[in-house]
T-cell receptor
Framework: AQSVTQLDSHVSVSEGTPVLLRCNYS??????LFWYVQHPNKGLQLLLK??????LVKGINGFEAEFKKSETSFHLTKPSAHMSDAAEYFC??????????FGKGTKLSVKP | KAGVTQTPRYLIKTRGQQVTLSCSPI?????VSWYQQTPGQGLQFLFEYFSETQRNKGNFPGRFSGRQFSNSRSEMNVSTLELGDSALYLC????????????FGPGTRLTVL
């Protein structure tokens, strides 16, 4: 069965410092992996997607994620946090039933 | 290009009632998926429709149902509402393959009293 675990429910960083949001996945086959972001009172937006083409995936707004099969990880990073990055981030794995399986989410706070 | 729209945005119902939520996908998108988001369970997949047919289904009771029309618009229905059905219901559309990027609507916030 497919599953995804986000290792931190809340991450707090200072503006201008790096961001690391950790995600581990479990899948019986080669899955597609995604990161989505949800700003307060806004819909979910796709940040980036991994579909086996390249292990380092670049997304929007300076975010990127690295797929590591040996570690079953897909961590999200950004070199320098901006106040506008404050939101909830979801790591997502494709399920067998045409569905997306979401992690519990990581709330990112950015301090000035 | 207009995004995914959901109506209504907010609903308040009482236990035992039924409710219908509506979703209009992005023009040209034929796959529509529904998700339930709650603080305790997070985001959970309800079902996916493609070309007016339910193609995939999550682990929800039969009180949750849906349909899709020929113009790809979709509705979901919840009958005999329970307090635990209070949630944000999200609709997402994609061109055809739900494993490609799904575009999400703002959601319908359902409160069951």
């Amino acid at each position: 069965a497919q599953s995804v675990t986000q290792l931190d429910s809340h991450v707090s960083v200072s503006e201008g410092t790096p961001v690391l949001l950790r995600c581990n996945y479990s899948s019986s086959y080669s899955p597609s992996l995604f990161w989505y972001v949800q700003h307060p009172n806004k819909g979910l937006q796709l940040l980036l997607k991994y579909t086996s083409a390249a292990t380092l995936v670049k997304g929007i707004n300076g975010f990127e994620a690295e797929f590591k099969k040996s570690e079953t990880s897909f961590h999200l990073t950004k070199p320098s946090a901006h106040m506008s990055d404050a939101a909830e981030y979801f790591c997502v794995v494709s399920g067998r039933r045409g569905n997306l399986i979401f992690g519990k989410g990581t709330k990112l706070s950015v301090k000035p | 290009k207009a995004g995914v729209t959901q109506t209504p945005r907010y609903l308040i119902k009482t236990r035992g009632q039924q409710v219908t939520l509506s979703c209009s996908p992005i023009s040209g998108h034929r796959s529509v998926s529904w998700y339930q988001q709650t603080p305790g369970q997070g985001l959970q997949f309800l079902f996916e429709y493609f070309s007016e047919t339910q193609r995939n289904k999550g682990n929800f009771p039969g009180r949750f149902s849906g349909r899709q029309f020929s113009n790809s618009r979709s509705e979901m229905n919840v009958s005999t509402l329970e307090l635990g059905d209070s949630a944000l219901y999200l609709c997402a559309s994609s061109l055809a393959d739900p494993y490609n990027e799904q575009f999400f609507g703002p959601g319908t916030r359902l409160t069951v009293l």
